[in-house]
């Protein structure tokens, strides 16, 4: 660990599992993109947005496809494809399963705020629970079927319905690590999908003699072949690329047009992101730590550091009062799963990256993790004049549960 380094502008290192560059300078190439943000012409780049969008307009009964969900960028979107851009799009939503009835109220707003036409996919419960045990065994991932589902079923859709174009919202590589610049346009693959959110396994090749999976359950997770994204023409684009993004002012936008709602996390100040999902800044969000040494508290620190909304020493002071704090809903996901709570600590501890963690004794463990290697230079400051608006809360009628299908107010 002793060769890591740090970007001396955001709280990134060398070892995030995108990848990362330093220039010469000591700043990442995280940084050295978004800077970017700053200095393209954006309305050359809409522009250029119109000119990619014109052959899809009215081609069929619906211009593009859009994935969504019940949080995350879905409203903003939408709010620029269909308000903006004047667009008739096709949502296509899939069922994580974990669903809060937060989420729900607001897939069930943005349906009629939006009027669309809206198809979810629900997977059989079981086959997703076999997945999920899996890919938690093998990978430290509750999230991969979720991952895998949400980047097949919207081409799916498209070769289905013969709709050419998807339109998604940020590239994730480019927003956190630099991975491309905005110029480079680039657009969704197989082999980014593969990479980086299946852990370079494709779903045909989950089935081993310790699991009661086979490729008949798995076809709702398979991307099309290349023969039928070639034959219908099949592209997704990135609206990062061409809209300058910024996920704080577009939710707050988001809240005041179209009554968004939020919630309050304990693992991070950001209450946007993920309010959809019982696991995903909880349980989700521990197995991250455990793996790479941070969590999503990072992520959203280094996006504000970018902003120029908080400064390195405030991100650090709440990346540490957020990343240790324990995750709330492990009952509800260990109900559904059916194991024990027991039982998911010791599979999760078979995860953590001796790099940052040493064991103590049988249940305890020391973070050495990344967060603690980076040097500051000030005291310990309360971060002013930076608020995240909180107007509901994840449950409903003080009780948890998941709602593993719902399509109105509940």
Request: charge should be positive; glycine fraction near 4%.
């Amino acid at each position: 660990m002793s060769d890591v380094r740090f970007c001396k502008n955001c709280l990134y290192s060398s070892d995030h599992p995108l990848g990362i560059t330093f220039d010469e300078e000591g700043i990442c190439s995280g940084c050295r993109i978004h800077e970017e943000k700053d200095s393209l012409d954006w309305n050359k780049r809409w522009n250029k947005l119109e000119s990619i969008l014109k052959p899809y307009r009215n081609k069929t009964k619906y211009d593009c496809i859009v994935p969504i969900t019940g949080s995350q960028d879905s409203y903003f979107i939408m709010h620029i494809v269909k308000k903006k851009l004047k667009l008739n799009p096709l949502a296509v939503s899939f069922n994580k399963y974990f669903n809060t009835p937060l989420g729900i109220k607001n897939l069930a707003n943005f349906r009629s705020t939006f009027n669309v036409d809206l198809i979810q996919q629900n997977v059989n419960p079981k086959i997703t629970k076999e997945i999920t045990k899996s890919t938690l065994r093998r990978f430290g991932s509750i999230y991969w079927p979720i991952l895998a589902g949400q980047t097949s079923f919207p081409v799916q859709c498209a070769v289905r319905f013969k709709i050419p174009l998807i339109i998604w919202g940020a590239h994730q590589g480019m927003e956190q690590v630099g991975m491309f610049s905005h110029k480079h346009e680039v657009e969704m693959t197989r082999r980014y999908r593969k990479d980086h959110d299946l852990f370079g396994v494709e779903a045909d090749q989950l089935p081993t003699i310790f699991d009661s999976l086979t490729k008949d359950d798995l076809w709702q997770f398979r991307y099309p072949d290349d023969s039928s994204l070639n034959k219908n023409s099949i592209r997704g684009i990135y609206l990062g690329n061409y809209v300058r993004w910024d996920p704080k002012a577009q939710h707050e936008e988001m809240i005041e047009k179209y009554n968004y709602l939020t919630s309050k996390f304990k693992r991070t100040f950001d209450c946007y992101d993920y309010v959809d999902c019982f696991n995903y800044m909880n349980l989700h969000d521990v197995l991250k730590l455990y793996k790479h040494g941070y969590s999503k508290v990072t992520d959203h620190a280094c996006r504000e550091i970018r902003f120029g909304r908080i400064t390195r020493d405030e991100a650090l002071d709440l990346v540490k009062k957020y990343e240790l704090v324990e995750p709330d809903y492990i009952d509800l996901f260990c109900d559904w799963l059916g194991i024990s709570e027991q039982s998911l600590n010791f599979i999760m501890d078979q995860h953590r990256n001796k790099n940052y963690w040493k064991k103590r004794d049988s249940r305890k463990w020391s973070f050495r993790g990344l967060s603690s290697k980076i040097k500051k230079d000030g005291k310990r400051n309360k971060v002013k004049n930076f608020e995240f608006k909180i107007n509901s809360r994840l449950e409903y009628k003080q009780s948890s549960m998941y709602l593993t299908v719902g399509k109105g107010f509940p």
